[in-house]
Nanobody, 126 residues
């Protein structure tokens, strides 16, 4: 059973920073893509950032230059560093992992299958 666990969410004022993490203990697939998606109030889930196995990245236009996705070498831990946060970034953030790499290839669309965490709340106040 693949389990992804997000942590590090919370509340911050506009202009502030947060880093959310996603741990995937026991995730043994060798080649992967990882991604962060979010669901804002009253909206559908949308792609935020994606990371391919070779280090390539993709970002939603709304977060380019402000958010950075990364992976800790040797560990199955994915990060999303969020700077210059805006109230419209308020959402539940989900991390995903996909051994077939469609999370990256189809980004910002969501693939029909991926492993997902339970989600973590990020709230940005004005």
């Amino acid at each position: 059973q693949v389990q992804l666990v997000e942590s590090g969410g919370g509340s911050v004022q506009a202009g502030g920073s947060l880093r959310v993490s996603c741990a995937a203990p026991g995730y043994t697939y060798g080649v992967n893509a990882f991604g962060w998606f979010r669901q804002r109030p009253g909206k559908e889930r949308e792609g935020v950032a994606a990371l391919d196995h070779d280090g390539s990245t993709k970002y939603a236009d709304s977060v380019k230059g402000r958010f950075t996705i990364s992976k800790e070498n040797g560990k199955n831990t994915i990060y999303l560093q969020m700077n210059s946060l805006k109230p419209e970034d308020t959402a539940i953030y989900f991390c995903g992992a996909d051994p077939r790499r469609r999370l990256f290839r189809l980004f910002p669309a969501q693939p029909d299958f991926a492993y997902w965490g339970q989600g973590i709340q990020v709230t940005v106040s004005s």
